[in-house]
């Protein structure tokens, strides 16, 4: 079963700041946050992931609380083509395999 | 490098024939995973190949499910006897040891 919680849907305006939450109160210590997202009709993309520190690449920034049961992904200016399902996922170091929960729809708004 | 290739891209079968799905991961990805996903669900874990061996199968892959790597680098998935409950998405992701999984397009399977 996915060990993250997440809102079901949340709507944004382009050009606006989308920041998506994720609950993972029980996450260990050696397990990883991921954050895939799934565009209508394409496979999940990967987004960015972390451990502990906060992480920033060229697609968004990902924010992990002090007590690391919770983060932020955070698209800095979204656009329309950033409407997907998000999905936060936490996986151990000697887990190989994804698991998913339902995600979070994100619809941009013009 | 074209990134994970998935053939068919839809396929439409009657109830209780076989269809056969093939993954190109990305080259020299040694592992590969097969997930299915139905509508307004996540993607659920199918098996997974280290190489070609198959080292773990959910309980969602029934008896009617199997799948190949024969050579450690495309994978089929064949689905007999299919049932109107098998319709879905599959999709296939390949990874190498230390990165994320690349996910390919999916196939669509509906069964009528």
């Known amino acids: 079963d996915a060990k993250t919680t997440q809102p079901p849907s949340m709507d944004c305006a382009e050009g606006r700041a989308a920041n998506l939450p994720c609950n993972h109160s029980?996450?260990?210590?050696?397990?990883?946050v991921y954050w895939y997202r799934q565009i209508h009709s394409q496979g999940p993309q990967y987004i960015i992931h972390g451990l502990k520190n906060n992480e920033t690449n060229e697609m968004a920034s990902l924010i992990i609380t002090e007590d690391r049961k919770s983060s932020t992904l955070i698209l800095p200016h979204a656009t329309l083509r950033d409407t997907a399902v998000y999905y936060c996922?936490?996986?151990?170091?000697?887990?190989?395999?994804?698991?998913f929960g339902t995600g979070t729809r994100l619809q941009v708004f013009p | 490098d074209t990134g994970v290739s998935q053939n068919p891209r839809h396929k439409i079968t009657k109830r209780g024939q076989n269809v056969t799905f093939r993954c190109d991961p990305i080259?020299?990805?040694?592992?590969l995973y097969w997930y299915r996903q139905t509508l307004g669900q996540g993607p659920e874990f199918l098996t997974y190949?280290?190489?070609?061996?198959?080292?773990?199968k959910s309980r969602l892959l029934s008896d009617r499910f199997s799948a190949e790597r024969p050579k450690g680098s495309f994978s089929t998935l064949e689905i007999q006897r299919t049932e109107q409950g098998d319709s879905a998405m599959y999709l296939c992701a390949s990874a190498d040891t230390d990165t994320e999984a690349f996910f390919g397009q999916g196939t669509r399977l509906t069964v009528v």
């Open positions: 190949f280290q190489n070609e061996a198959q080292l773990e």
């Open positions: 029980t996450i260990s210590g050696n397990e990883y």
């Open positions: 080259s020299e990805h040694n592992r």
């Open positions: 996922i936490v996986r151990g170091v000697g887990d190989d395999k994804l698991i």
